[in-house]
């Protein structure tokens, strides 16, 4: 339906390893997307992006629309170009933050009215709306407009998802640009017969690819796990499924133990940001008195640039004095572990050794 | 008296050109040096600082004493190593700081005491403690403590004069370390008798350059370069000149006119954050709304990452949503443009052209 592809190279029990081809280049999955909210990954430059290695960044059209303007945007020369980064891109529909961050929103078959977070200002979208919005953005991979709902509440769960597989339907219908491919969103909390239904109505519509909306949302973690072995089974197999907002580096591992190609989450940025920092182990919080004089680096054996010229200390000391460059530097190297995690469970599934690798990772840390 | 030399390599007119010879490499002069606060050039990171250009940059001794300390910083092999810049720096005595920032200070014949402006806890300062505090923090070129008068105070600055002296000559007995080059600092606000008295007990101690403290806070410009050109008769030609405090585009081409060798100033990185932008003709203010469709860079010509990525229009954006890679983006481009501006003069003073430099600098501002 567009110039998109995914190559399905390698799979090793339920784990896979694939190739997306988009219009700004290629993506080997599993796959984690840095998140760029804004039109910027937090703290970071395109130029830091590229020499991690990120392939594919996210960024959120609710923000967007919002600031600086989709039509803004569009006049800049689309997103691409006006955050100067000339990777792939997939933008969500805007309904999980919606759903999440507007306040005073009404939902209705139609679509769902809100106020901007920002001025309180009343907006609405619809199924058109956003896709007409993502056109402008731009993004080589586009999603549906959906409704996330609490996870554990079936009768609301129940009447979201009516309005979620009625406005997929319309996303498909006001999908134009061929550049750009459209991803279906399942929903259905943590309830077996709502996914399934939701699985065969979205896959029957059929789309570029699937994305899992409405997990890792609080719900315990078995629940996610099933509802992922669930999906597994009835998700065509040559489409990429993306786990939508879900990605720690335990996430990465189960998720892709459990047939999912493509992972975003805020976490290891907005982690970074406040001290936290991403482990093979778990996480530690440089805010600590105990890194107060401790000159090693975050990690051993780390290659990241902050990892390799930077004490614990030194991490600290920027992080208590509210330095710009403690929240870079952390940054850099909670993406540059998220990104080399993703690469050794893809090596993994290629050499067919994704088991041992996953009893390794768990192993090291302890199941927590 | 240390291994630190500066070569006098070409004048013209009262523009001097040099080569400081430190223990972390050499420096051309006339030179910028960003201003790295609390052991970080705010918002980018040493590697961002090499690929600038930048030669040297300023620490402040009052606040690393404060936090994360002095000895802490020499437990972890010094402040080089500490903020992973391998490059020189020079460290203020804390004197400008303790008498503009810290509550509740009581200056007396012996040293000043006062309040840290972090948690209000009582520190004093004397002169042989600054040097133990820069000798902990081991920068390559260290400063006397002084006494920063408000400039047009004539009273103030008499006996504000008495200690600073005093203090200068327990400072350069104090002084040790080979490797850490002394300099002095001449005071004496706008007065013309002040400064020569100054000057002339200041060059009497002999020191391994000569710092101008106590200017461009807030007296008229006028006043300010009458000192300077007082001062350029006074000062040995042999040792290097520092206007302490003093750097924009405009302060370099008329301090280097009236014989000032080194700079530094928080105003090229202060502004960037708040969305302020150098350029050739003045300043911009990006959240001016007439950028926000822009598409231009900030500056035609510029060759920095900033302005050879990215629009007005998105950096705008940035800096509206308070996105930190505003500050940084706008941080590398101001830098750039005060390091450039300290080549472009270099060269022109040594082809001998510095007059013609000055004119076509001030002819594509107009007179501000």
Redesign the interface.
């Known amino acids: 339906m567009t110039a998109f592809r995914f190559d399905l190279i390698a799979t090793d029990g339920q784990a896979r390893a694939g190739l997306l081809h988009t219009s700004h280049g290629d993506v080997p999955t599993p796959v984690f997307m840095p998140v760029g909210t804004?039109?910027?990954v937090?703290?970071?430059?395109?130029?830091d992006l590229k020499d991690l290695g990120a392939r594919i960044i996210l960024s959120n059209t609710y923000h967007l629309y919002l600031?600086?303007g989709d039509e803004?945007i569009a006049?800049?020369?689309g997103l691409h170009r006006?955050?100067?980064w000339d990777g792939p891109i997939l933008t969500d529909s805007g309904g999980f933050q919606v759903f999440s961050l507007a306040p005073m929103r009404r939902v209705d078959a139609d679509g769902v009215t809100f106020r901007s977070h920002i001025d309180g200002s009343e907006h609405r979208f619809t199924p058109e709306k956003v896709i007409a919005i993502q056109e402008n953005l731009g993004a080589d991979i586009i999603t549906c407009l959906d409704e996330c709902a609490p996870p554990t509440d079936y009768e609301y769960n129940l009447q979201a998802l009516e309005r979620t597989h009625a406005w997929a339907r319309r996303c498909r219908e006001a999908h134009r640009r061929a550049d750009q491919a459209l991803f279906g969103i399942v929903q259905g909390g943590v309830f077996p017969d709502l996914r399934e239904q939701s699985a065969r109505f979205i896959t029957g519509l059929g789309f570029d690819g699937y994305a899992i909306g409405g997990l890792s949302v609080g719900e315990p973690k078995e629940q996610t796990y099933a509802v992922l072995e669930l999906l597994d089974n009835l998700l065509p197999a040559d489409r990429p499924r993306y786990l939508m907002g879900v990605g720690t580096p335990q996430d990465l591992v189960e998720g892709v133990a459990r047939g999912v190609d493509m992972f975003d989450c805020v976490l290891p940025t907005r982690m970074a940001?406040n001290g936290g920092v991403l482990t093979r182990h778990g996480r530690i919080n440089l805010r600590n008195a105990c890194y107060?004089?401790d000159?090693s680096p975050l990690l051993p054996d780390c290659t990241c640039?902050t990892c390799t010229?930077?004490?614990r200390?030194?991490l600290?000391?920027?992080i208590?004095?509210n330095?710009?460059?403690g929240?870079?530097?952390l940054t850099l190297h909670n993406l540059h572990l998220m990104l080399i995690i993703a690469r050794e469970i893809r090596d993994s599934i290629l050499a067919g050794r994704f088991a041992a690798y996953r009893e390794a990772f768990w192993s090291a840390r302890g199941h927590e």
């Open positions: 804004q039109g910027t937090k703290a970071i430059s395109p130029r600031r600086p803004r006049r800049l020369g006006f955050m100067a940001r107060a004089d000159p640039y010229h930077f004490s200390a030194y600290r000391h920027l208590l004095a330095e710009i460059l929240a870079h530097l």
